[in-house]
């Protein structure tokens, strides 16, 4: 049986933003979920995943890291060496839910069953512009090219990704931009960005993918929802961090 020490229901998440979260740069994360073998975080804009290879670079896994170590290890013999372990990412510039491993077998459980495990991954973003249907798909290839760090999109197979996602207009601002949840069918690099892209409305904020504002000086894209298999009890899980504070108020700027 799971022993779960910060719960989170289904609609309404237990937040704890304690000083132990707190990194050299300032930023913290917020705990929604944390048992013996995994932990479900809210990440803000801004801070890195993992790091990059600068030294003192402060990341989502270092403040973690921290908080594992000041609590000391307890459960499998890797637990004990006060360690956790990345299962995916999202980008700097997106805010939202992470799942960590607290040990290597839950890691790779979670990964070589990904498609499996994951129930339900939403997004929430403020694009440019408004859409023309209010719902639909966005299917095409997406190819990343490492040295430019950009990733390409074709409409049919060219050797890339298929990737796939489904989008909802949740609501419109005026007619500068709207409010769009992204689910996602398949999870490539950068996936909702160029998607949102494709059709015409580019992610606000997201000049690498062809935005040309930035109301809230950041990227608009916030992983909301997250809904998974448990790797050990097979527990359905689900979180919910709800949509920016940020994002509602682009709706009462001058547009």
Known sequence: MVRRRFESDRNTPLLLTADPFRGKSGKGVKLLYEDDYLMVIDKPSG?????????????????LTDYVRSKGGRGREYRRKDRIFIVHRIDRDTSGLLIFAKDPQTKYDLQDDWNDSIIERKYVAVVEGIPQKEEGTVISWLKDNPVTKFVTSSPTDNGGKKSITHYKVLDTYGTSYSLVEFELETGR????????SIMGHPIAGDRKYGARSNPIARLALHAMTISFRHPVTGEPLKFNSGIPVAFRRIKTQRL
């Open 189 to 196: 690099k950068n996936q909702i960005r160029v998607h949102a």
């Open 47 to 63: 801070l890195l995943t993992v790091s990059t290879g600068k030294e003192g670079e402060t990341t989502a896994y270092s403040i």
